[in-house]
C-alpha cells in the first residue's frame, strides 16, 4: 500500500502534468492563430476591392498620419511610403486628403466615405497603436507597411485569446473550459478575417472581452485597482 507521502507526490505531480498540458494546449491555439492569420494576411489582395476588407486602406492611411504627427511630436523621422501606391490600393478616396492623409487644417475629407468607427475619438487608439508600429518599420514600400500592419494587427487576436482564457476561468473555475473557450472565440473563421486585417473591429472585439473580464471579476472579487484600470480601457 503507497504511503501517504508517496500518494502526495503523486499528486502533485498529477496536477503539475496537468497544469502543463493545459499551457501546452493554449501555445497550440496562439501559435495556429498566428500561422492561420499571418497565411490569410499575406494571401489578401491589398487592394481594398479585390477580396479585402473594404476599410482596410483608409485605415491605413489614418495609421500612416497619426505617426507622422507622431513624429513631429517626438523629433523622429516621419514614415516613407509612396503616395501614387497608397491611393493605388485604395478606392475611397482620389487623393492623400481623401485617405486621410494630411491633416485636418489641409484637407476636406468627405464624411459620407469614411467607415463607421473611424472618427477622431472613436478611432484614436486604435490609429495611435498602429502608428507607433509604422514608426518601428525602416522602409519606404508602401504595400511592405501594409503587410506589416496586418501582422501587428495579429497581437490583438492573441491578446483577445489571453482575455478570453482568463475569463473562462473566472466563469467556469476550470482550465480546460477556459483552453477551450479562447479557441472557440481566436480560431472562428470570422474571427480570423478581422484579427487579420488592419481595422478596428479587431480592438473593438478585444476590448469588450476586456470589459466583461473585468466586469466579471468585480462581481466575484470586488474592486481593485487592476479592475479599475481595466474597466477603464474597455
Not at 493545459?22 to 481594398?48: K, N, W
Not at 482596410?56 to 500612416?64: D, G, K, M, N
Request: aromatic share 6%; net charge positive; charged share 15%.
Amino acid at each position: 500500500m503507497a504511503s501517504p507521502r508517496k500518494q502526495m507526490h503523486a499528486n502533485l505531480l498529477r496536477r503539475s502534468l496537468a497544469q502543463r498540458s493545459e499551457i501546452y494546449a493554449m501555445l497550440a491555439i496562439l501559435l495556429s492563430f498566428m500561422l492561420m492569420g499571418g497565411l490569410r494576411a499575406m494571401a489578401t489582395p491589398l487592394v481594398d476591392n479585390q477580396g479585402g476588407s473594404p476599410d482596410e486602406v483608409f485605415h491605413f492611411a489614418r495609421s500612416l498620419e497619426k505617426a507622422r504627427l507622431l513624429a513631429e511630436g517626438f523629433g523622429l523621422p516621419a514614415p516613407r511610403f509612396s503616395a501614387s501606391e497608397l491611393t493605388e490600393l485604395g478606392t475611397r478616396g482620389d487623393d492623400l486628403c481623401g485617405l486621410g492623409i494630411g491633416g485636418i487644417q489641409h484637407c476636406k475629407p468627405n464624411i459620407g466615405k469614411m467607415p463607421s468607427g473611424s472618427g477622431e475619438i472613436r478611432g484614436s487608439g486604435v490609429y495611435l497603436l498602429h502608428g507607433l508600429a509604422q514608426l518601428l518599420l525602416p522602409v519606404s514600400d508602401t504595400q511592405s507597411r501594409l503587410l506589416f500592419g496586418r501582422v501587428a494587427a495579429l497581437g490583438v487576436g492573441l491578446a483577445l485569446a489571453l482575455v478570453a482564457y482568463q475569463l473562462g476561468c473566472l466563469l467556469f473555475d476550470d482550465r480546460k473550459i477556459a483552453v477551450a473557450a479562447a479557441a472557440l472565440v481566436v480560431l472562428l473563421p470570422s474571427v480570423g478575417v478581422i484579427m487579420s486585417a488592419l481595422s478596428t473591429e479587431g480592438p473593438a472585439l478585444l476590448a469588450v472581452a476586456l470589459l466583461l473580464w473585468m466586469a466579471v471579476s468585480v462581481c466575484l472579487c470586488g474592486f481593485s485597482g487592476r479592475n479599475l484600470v481595466g474597466l477603464c480601457l474597455g
